[in-house]
């Protein structure tokens, strides 16, 4: 069974950084896609970054290019999102998910199975 844990999560102020991490247990190859998604209270989820396991291709939405780094350990088994210049508008909880197999599909919820618990990013001003 696949099973996603987040920690990182913290309170900073604008223009800071964080640094989340995703340990993932339950695989038994590379072959699947594990990322970030991010929910602010009263807003919709939102697909922040992505990662294919087996390649590294990544993926970002425009809201964090070039602020937001998502990469993976050596053994691939955790993914960490880097995120720099942080905004109050990045405020949310952020979840790490996972497909059950193959590459990225996209940042629609509804490609990704398994959901960790979420970690509270709280970014003031």
């Known amino acids: 069974q696949v099973r996603l844990v987040e920690s990182g999560g913290d309170s900073v102020q604008a223009g800071g950084s964080l640094r989340l991490s995703c340990a993932a247990s339950?695989?038994?190859?590379?072959?699947?896609?594990i990322g970030w998604f991010r929910q602010a209270p009263g807003k919709e989820r939102e697909g922040v970054a992505r990662?294919?396991?087996?390649?590294?291709?990544?993926a970002y939405a425009d809201s964090v290019k070039g602020r937001f780094t998502i990469s993976l350990d050596i053994a691939k088994t955790t993914v960490f999102l880097q995120m720099n210049s942080l905004k109050p508008e990045d405020s949310a909880i952020y979840y790490c998910?996972?497909?059950?197999?193959?590459?990225?599909?996209?940042?629609?919820?509804?490609?990704?199975?398994?959901w960790g618990q979420g970690t509270q990013v709280t970014v003031s001003s």
């Open positions: 998910v996972a497909n059950v197999r193959g590459p990225c599909l996209g940042a629609s919820p509804q490609f990704y199975r398994t």
């Open positions: 339950g695989y038994t190859d590379n072959n699947n896609c």
């Open positions: 990662i294919f396991r087996r390649n590294g291709v990544t």
